[in-house]
């Protein structure tokens, strides 16, 4: 976490840089403030995890970075340009579709439900969109498919499909999806949430291992708080709509300075 | 009696024209319920609104009435005519495609929105997911419904009979007009709807095994076949997928 001074990103960022952006993002669903004018960035490369009571808008910041909800006010920036946003004329404006879909290649999400494509098999499920997304060949995407379902242990499953596996390999499928399209930045919203416990664990140790040996910018909603620990550079807390807390998991965890964070972590520990 | 020249003459003809105007009828219908269905189901309001007309337009007339309009009315208007055929043709595909159209709109809104945002997640654009993601799932869930509407379909070609398109009514009426022997000709009329019906049924129900073994569901026949079929090429496929993961 920093709080850069300086908002022009003219050049592509480097390793270290700010790759994502919130300035004062505002969510509302009814009368309901998700996210309450919220300011944070994320340096390119960093794990962050969210943590915080169900409702605290975690998860809403990821839906957010994947466009499936839309602020009511404020920006986001990813890798410096507006996500929801065009400049036309020094005016910023409503971007249009194409534009918000431009950005959002740089982001990749696994989802709490895996939410694989049951009508494709494994092998069509991950290189279905670097195929007709990003214009890859189909020898190209269907090497670099078994690579990927080579880190994620699942080469024998390439031709089943997602109703025939596990809700662990299914999870697994899904992080190999994902990967498949070389984001910038990996959105987990709980991920293992749904899993039968004896499964969580081989999933997180793919991730674990995915967030050492790869530079991948991570954003981590989970209430894993020992996988959080592991592979977090930064924990922002969340209550009601804002970062209450933020800090390195060693001191969010072991002396946090907010009485709702220590609470919190009472509760779920 | 009816004799057998009587019904090589007139009936196998008969069913013949039935058979055309079902499959065309049945193709127009597919073609305005997919593209009407879908329609429906876009962001755009003005388009919604437009294809929400043409259902309820569509689904309100008579399909007799509308048949009448085509061969009649149509003629004094623009003085011009289709061919009998067309007119019943255009009537029926319409009209059923405007049913057929809830269909399609029903199984798109079933897919669950959790596909459309994987979807999102991967950059789909909205065309892209219509095509490979929410169509191909909602498929499956049309077949049975379609097999009912095309059954309606298969008896509403019957209509067409009245605007003098020889078809199997036709050629039972113009029978009895000849012969003056209702039951047997109107029991045999039944008996051949029923079969063409039940031939409909059998078809439907092998497309949709077929398509529920396209989104990984389990067909309840034909398990010992489908994987003999399978096992050869998914050992094949681990054994390169281990060559690849040497190479890399």
């Not at chain 1, 293992?192 to 909603?221: F, H, K, N, W, Y």
Request: contains cysteine; glycine residues 8%.
């Amino acid at each position: 976490m920093s709080t850069t001074p300086d908002s022009t990103t003219e050049n592509p960022p480097v390793d270290g840089s700010e790759l994502i952006r919130f300035d004062n993002v505002t969510k509302r669903f009814g009368d309901n403030v998700v996210l309450d004018d919220l300011c944070f960035d994320v340096s390119s490369g960093k794990h962050v995890t969210l943590i915080g009571p169900s409702g605290s808008g975690k998860t809403t910041i990821l839906r957010l970075l994947m466009t499936l909800v839309e602020p009511d006010s404020g920006t986001i920036k990813v890798n410096g340009d507006h996500l929801f946003h065009e400049e036309r004329n020094g005016k910023l404006e409503p971007a249009g579709e194409n534009h918000i879909r431009e950005v959002r290649k740089n982001i990749g999400m696994v989802f709490q439900q895996f939410n694989l494509f049951p009508n494709m098999k494994v092998m069509r499920n991950i290189t279905e969109a670097p195929v007709h997304v990003l214009g890859m060949a189909k020898d190209e995407a269907e090497t670099r498919a078994r690579e990927l379902l080579e880190l994620v242990g699942l080469t024998e499953h390439i031709d089943k499909y997602p109703t025939q596996l596990s809700g662990g390999q299914q999870q697994r499928v899904a992080i190999a999806r994902a990967l498949a399209m070389r984001p910038q930045v990996l959105l987990l919203d709980e991920v293992t949430s749904a899993l039968d416990p004896e499964l969580v664990a081989g999933v997180l140790d793919l991730l674990r291992d995915i967030a050492q040996t790869t530079d991948i910018t991570m954003l981590c909603v989970t209430h894993e708080m020992n996988f959080a620990r592991d592979i977090s550079d930064d924990v922002l807390m969340f209550d009601a709509g804002k970062i209450i807390e933020s800090g390195p998991p060693e001191k969010i965890f072991s002396e946090p300075e907010q009485e709702r964070t220590q609470q919190f972590l009472n509760a779920i520990l | 009696m009816m004799t057998w020249d009587f019904f090589t003459e007139w009936f196998l003809p008969g069913i013949w024209i039935t058979i055309q105007v079902l499959v065309y009828s049945a193709l127009l219908s597919a073609l305005v319920a997919f593209v009407v269905g879908t329609l429906r189901t876009s962001r755009f309001w003005i388009v919604r609104f437009l294809a929400g007309t043409y259902f309820e337009i569509f689904r309100g007339m008579s399909a007799l009435i509308f048949m009448f309009w085509m061969a009649f009315a149509v003629p004094l208007m623009l003085g011009w005519q289709f061919v009998p055929l067309w007119s019943g043709t255009l009537a029926l595909g319409l009209t059923y495609g405007a049913y057929g159209s809830e269909i399609v709109r029903g199984a798109l809104a079933a897919v669950p929105a959790a596909q459309r945002e994987a979807g999102i997640a991967l950059s789909f654009t909205r065309w892209q997911r219509l095509r490979r993601i929410e169509l191909p799932q909602a498929w499956p869930e049309m077949i049975p419904p379609f097999n009912n509407l095309l059954i309606e379909l298969l008896k509403g070609t019957s209509l067409v009979s009245v605007i003098a398109v020889a078809d199997m009514t036709f050629a039972g009426n113009l029978l009895r007009l000849a012969k003056n022997e209702s039951a047997p000709i109107y029991t045999l009329l039944l008996v051949l709807y029923f079969i063409l019906a039940f031939i409909l049924t059998r078809l439907m129900r092998m497309l949709e095994r077929r398509a529920k073994a396209g989104v990984g569901r389990a067909p309840e026949k034909k398990n010992g076949l489908l994987s003999r079929k399978l096992s050869p090429s998914g050992e094949s496929m681990q054994a390169s997928t281990q060559g690849a993961g040497g190479l890399g």
